[in-house]
């Protein structure tokens, strides 16, 4: 079933939550909403299920106006950072609750409800934990179980609210592939809240940036990391360094140096410039022709990579990153001079910052 | 014992234990082996006639019935005055909260009178009520009102930390999938505070049981009628049955530890049904 926010505001108290945002989510896809917390993502997947109202705005769930209907009709499926698992209900138990709570004529044969609940235990991979209670589970298990008992009424969309929030680190990340393989499978139109950008990119087919209750970008993972539209998207998606210049015939000038723009160039003027760690490149030395002359700091060459911490003339820090195997061939040390030459340059005007 | 000292990782539990004991002794055993060692003083025979007395036996059904209805009423009530607190905000909470805490500290023989004086039949409720048939003071009506009083509290406070532990998510979740609120209540909010009703229950029945000072104003103690059992223990004191007064204390005594034991026990039951390894 197909999602379109149209026009969406709500305002608590003094403070808006969401500022006329719109968004398309067509059927089958599964779309993240990511933005710092506070922005309002977690507003709008409240109302999207129908947990909080907006106060302008549509709905359409599937063509249809859904503003006005209850949570218990809109037929979505929630799922929460926290579980929300009833802890005095068996594992089964909870995963039928949707279903036994029917009204008498809809309601499923006891029999038939059991079959149901065993296969979402087995598409969860828990069916072994049927007779437990939710205290005794852990937290991955718990969010798979609140998963499963979201899928038991068939919802037309998933929504799931920063679902792996309170897992640590390992447990996230096996969560979040199995999550996609997950949809891969059963292709309801799911939205998912989170503020970490990494499971935004590696999970969602497209990605909406949310900050200040708007909608910065919405595109797929490698177009709003490789072609950020406003300096929000570039700096909230991965780590970057941050410059302050000017650019000026198609170099952006940063105090006595120039750097050469490429094809995209930049309007002339004040401007703010982004550069990814790993789109330097690391030249031994000072050149007057070309690159920023800093010298190395810090050197933590562990994994595949080398982290490297510079420090411009004028004491400003930038992160390279660069292959460890790149890196000793290079045969820099701490305390060394190098010229930094970026591959790739993103250039907003100074203003577009502010915003 | 010396080896579980050693290797406790709670200090203080010889001590703790061994005041724990003493204070029992001294302030629960003690008094309640002396009600029995009195009572065997009394023969057999007499000690049935002094508890089986129809006047006797009446007073037990009045004291334990009145007893389990108000703590009954008070669960029901007791569970919407913490809904209440709990769930809303209004001007004057804090003055209501504080409120529901006075049938504690007042003196009960002030809430009896107070009570008597409003719902007699010429006072400002009584009045209202008399039209309708209602009596309230000097009739077993009274006794009940009285124990109500007194035992609300008991229910309010049990019930309001564990209510205010249940997050909004949970009967989010339980909407969600299509619950209505009816539903919502009774299969999730319900069985969460079950054992919490239960404590406030038995709370408020024990207090009720052993109430004296603000029902002997409002029952009007008509002996078979509105006559409690421990002042039926007062009036045999007074006359220098003190064999009699302890008979009648002990089956008290014996009656109230089986029900509260019995309570016990389904709260034990439901803390495994409900509650298992949280």
């Not at chain 1, 105090?255 to 401007?271: D, F, N, T, V």
């Not at chain 2, 409002?218 to 064999?243: H, R, W």
Request: neutral net charge.
């Amino acid at each position: 079933m197909s999602i379109s926010i149209r026009n969406i505001s709500k305002q608590f108290g003094t403070f808006q939550a969401l500022d006329d945002v719109s968004i398309d989510i067509p059927s089958g896809e599964l779309v993240a909403l990511l933005g710092p917390s506070g922005c309002g993502k977690t507003t709008l997947l409240r109302i999207i299920a129908g947990l909080d109202y907006a106060d302008r705005g549509q709905i359409l769930l599937d063509g249809d106006d859904a503003s006005a209907r209850h949570v218990r009709e809109r037929r979505v499926g929630f799922v929460f950072q926290h579980y929300a698992l009833f802890r005095h209900m068996s594992i089964a138990d909870n995963v039928a609750f949707g279903l036994r709570v029917r009204p008498r004529r809809e309601r499923l044969a006891e029999a038939e409800i059991r079959r149901r609940v065993k296969k979402l235990l087995e598409l969860v991979q828990l069916d072994w934990l049927a007779d437990r209670y939710p205290p005794q589970l852990s937290g991955g298990q718990r969010q798979r179980i609140a998963l499963a008992r979201a899928l038991a009424v068939e919802p037309k969309v998933l929504l799931l609210d920063e679902p792996f929030g309170a897992l640590d680190a390992k447990v996230r990340k096996e969560l979040r592939r199995w999550l996609r393989q997950l949809h891969d499978e059963i292709h309801v139109t799911s939205v998912f809240v989170t503020h970490d950008q990494e499971e935004a990119l590696e999970v969602a087919d497209r990605v909406v940036v949310i900050n200040k209750g708007k909608v910065e970008q919405i595109g797929t993972p490698e177009s709003v990391y490789d072609h950020p539209a406003t300096p929000f998207v570039a700096n909230f998606l991965g780590s970057v360094n941050l410059f302050h210049g000017r650019v000026e015939d198609g170099h952006l000038h940063l105090g006595e140096h120039a750097l050469a723009l490429g094809a995209e160039g930049g309007s002339e003027g004040r401007a703010v410039a982004f550069v990814r760690p790993h789109e330097f490149d690391l030249v031994p030395g000072w050149h007057a022709d070309g690159g920023l002359p800093a010298r190395i700091l810090r050197v933590a060459a562990v994994g595949p990579s080398a982290q490297i911490e510079v420090s411009r003339v004028d004491g400003e820090l930038i992160e390279v990153t660069i292959s460890r195997d790149a890196f000793q061939l290079l045969g820099l040390a701490e305390g060394d001079q190098v010229s930094l030459r970026p591959r790739h340059i993103r250039v907003f005007q100074a203003e577009a910052l502010a915003a | 014992m010396a080896s579980m000292k050693r290797f406790s990782p709670l200090p203080g539990f010889g001590l703790a234990m061994g005041y724990t004991l003493v204070y029992l002794t001294l302030v629960v055993i003690i008094p309640l082996t002396a009600v029995g060692t009195k009572t065997l003083t009394m023969g057999l025979d007499a000690f049935w006639a002094a508890v089986s007395s129809p006047r006797v036996v009446a007073s037990y059904q009045l004291s334990f019935g009145a007893s389990l209805l108000a703590a009954a009423i008070n669960v029901v009530f007791g569970l919407i005055f913490a809904w209440v607190l709990v769930r809303y905000r209004f001007p004057g909470k804090g003055l209501v909260d504080a409120l529901v805490d006075l049938p504690f500290a007042l003196p009960t023989a002030v809430a009896g009178i107070a009570l008597a004086t409003i719902y007699s039949a010429n006072g400002p409720v009584g009045k209202l009520l008399e039209p309708w048939g209602i009596e309230i003071a000097y009739t077993p009506n009274g006794v009940l009102l009285a124990l109500v009083f007194i035992g609300l509290p008991f229910v309010v406070r049990t019930v309001q930390p564990v209510l205010a532990d249940l997050e909004k998510e949970v009967e989010e979740a339980a909407a969600g999938l299509g619950a209505s609120r009816g539903q919502t209540f009774l299969r999730v909010i319900l069985p969460h505070i079950a054992p919490a009703l239960l404590t406030g229950f038995a709370m408020a029945f024990a207090r009720a049981v052993g109430e004296y000072g603000s029902v002997i104003f409002i029952a009007g103690n008509v002996p078979m009628v509105s006559e409690i059992t421990p002042l039926l223990i007062i009036t045999k004191l007074e006359q220098y049955d003190y064999a009699g007064a302890t008979a009648v204390a002990s089956v008290m005594l014996v009656f109230s530890f089986v029900l509260l034991l019995i309570i016990n026990g389904l709260q034990g039951w439901m803390h495994h049904r409900y509650a298992r390894g949280a």
